[in-house]
């Protein structure tokens, strides 16, 4: 895929010798948002001409909002239906999907001295039908000794964490990456076995077909982005 993107970019760049200042407006998971904020600055210095702009979300409303025709060049997604349906739609462009990322799902005791599922009184987790994290924590919570507990649904997993560091909720299940960029002490949670929960297969793309878009989209499949992405916390493709 990397090499599908830099041939049609070469194809775009050949058919527009005369390249402006754009500015692209890029839908981004809320989990994945911190990551490509790196990524794009990283990328915007040595393309000063190319403004990136950033809308995180939940994948289910990014989602809906594009369906929608919400004005959007490009949407990185917590999972992999949602992108293989705007393509299936004709919303996206086809042959531009890749996978960025694999999510890693932890539980998570904000001032804990060692992570314990039966310490478990009131658990955030994100929304299964907008957040594939939210459907991986259903389905990691079904599986493990959780004591009886109230649950806290969030529309995201970003909410979900915040529900944890407020006190909203004493546990919650986010993102392994949310924990790393945060610096979270080890001992405060718990990386889930991944058969416990569907695998999160995170995908992008392109809704416009543009030389700048494609450029960007191939440097994020580039061994420095994913240097940066597996140094945030996720697995890579």
Known sequence: MYRILLALFAAW?????????????????????????????AYQESHPDTELTLIPGSSGKLYAQIANGATFDAFFSADSERPQKLENAGIALADTRFTFALGILAFWQPGSPAADLSKTQTLALANPKLAPFGLAATQARDSLPFPPHRSVTASSVSQAFTFAQSGAADSAFVSYSQLRQLEIPAAEYILIDPERYAP??????????????????????????????????YRVP
């Open 13 to 41: 760049a050949l058919c527009s010798p005369l390249l402006g200042k754009s500015s692209l407006r890029i839908a981004v998971a809320s989990n994945f948002h911190p990551t490509l904020v790196q990524i794009a600055a």
């Open 200 to 233: 999160i297969e995170q995908q992008a793309i392109a809704l416009k077909a543009s030389h700048q878009l494609l450029e960007f989209l191939a440097y994020c499949q580039s061994p420095e982005a994913q240097a940066t992405i597996a140094a945030a916390g």
